[in-house]
């Protein structure tokens, strides 16, 4: 058979549309079309707008038609949608373990856009590939992302903090009894850093107890330090009111209830053991022992308070000598 028609047969155009999705930021889509099946040059014709190039841009996200009409005087219409490519960011950022390190550090992750991302770090006009920022102080940052497009998003107020800061809030000072005793205490109160805490006292072993102890009067230097090896230091003042060990006992006393000498009791500024304080009144009954230094008597005997008079007392210890002690007396009670 002898075709006579074809040259007859006028083909409509077919087009072939392809996208690119605009940023977020800014309108940047792009709609191309191509065309096959018809005799050119083609006239195009797009909406919105009424360009009539093959290929339009800087567009926003949205649906767009072309009408293409080919040299045989056919047309055809296509339409295509320009969808958002949104860039995607987030940042991480990492604490150096003390407060005053500049060892901080602020890693930010991205997807969606065209990649490679640049990376503008706090103003920067000079971009980066690489999405890591470090030793960095605390503070708060900014970070400008772009991909291959021109697509850009920020990160504001991109907040760096370390652990808080490591301090001695105050300390504690329990004096020695006498000169003679290294029986002081510090005790720091520690806020900050990152607990558990260990102490030292002048330079010798680390303990995590907190209590400083065994200290001889005068000043010690004392050290704390937290779980990332951040260290605070202070010092404090062991006192004692009195450069011998000695126990005083007292010889009156006045259970009125007024504070002020309500109970007898020594005064005992050394270390003493296997302590008893024994009280007779003057017929020679017991009416008062106790084997605790800071435990006194207030007068009571058998519920009532006593009148005055005085009352023989018998108070035996071992000292820091370990040598045994008697103290023999009379104390007054008074009202």
Same mark, same amino acid.
């Given at each position: ?21 605009? /940023?977020? %930021? ?50 055809? #219409? ?21 407060? %005053? ?49 021109? /697509? ?32 002081? #205490? ?58 011998? /060990? ?45 084997? %605790? ?26 000292? #820091? ?6 103290? #023999? ?7």
């Amino acid at each position: 058979m002898i075709d006579n028609f074809s040259k007859y047969v006028k083909a409509a155009p077919k087009l072939s549309l392809t996208t690119r999705p605009t /940023c977020q %930021d800014a309108p940047s889509g792009q709609v191309a079309v191509a065309v096959t099946g018809a005799p050119g040059p083609y006239a195009y014709k797009w909406l919105p707008g009424g360009e009539t190039t093959d290929c339009i841009a800087s567009l926003a996200a949205g649906d767009y038609e072309v009408t293409v009409t080919a040299a045989n005087g056919l047309t055809t #219409r296509a339409q295509a949608t320009v969808k958002v490519d949104s860039l995607l960011s987030h940042a991480t950022v990492t604490s150096a373990p003390c407060f %005053d390190q500049p060892e901080h550090s602020i890693a930010v992750n991205t997807r969606g856009g065209m990649p490679p991302y640049r990376y503008y770090f706090n103003g920067s006009s000079t971009g980066t590939y690489t999405p890591v920022f470090r030793k960095l102080s605390p503070g708060s940052y900014h970070i400008l992302v772009k991909d291959q497009r021109g /697509c850009s998003q920020e990160l504001n107020d991109v907040v760096v903090k370390g652990p808080p800061q490591l301090i001695i809030q105050q300390s504690t000072v329990i004096p020695a009894t006498c000169g003679d005793m290294a029986n002081g #205490r510090i005790i720091p109160l520690v806020q900050g850093g990152t607990p558990p805490y260990v102490y030292q006292v002048d330079n010798g072993p680390w303990q995590s107890d907190s209590v400083l102890q065994d200290l001889s009067s005068g000043y010690h230097s004392f050290n704390v330090k937290d779980k990332y090896q951040c260290i605070t230091s202070g010092t404090a003042d062991v006192a004692t009111q009195w450069p011998n /060990c000695l126990v005083m006992m007292p010889s009156a006393f006045s259970p009125n209830g007024d504070g002020i000498n309500d109970v007898f009791r020594p005064k005992v500024y050394d270390e003493v053991l296997n302590y008893e304080l024994a009280i007779y009144n003057r017929w020679g009954g017991l009416v008062f022992r106790s084997n %605790d230094p800071y435990r006194g008597w207030d007068g009571i005997y058998k519920g009532l308070l006593q009148e005055v008079q005085g009352f023989t007392y018998i108070c035996t210890f071992l000292d #820091r000598n370990n040598m045994r002690q008697e103290l #023999r007396g009379v104390v007054m009670l008074v009202h």
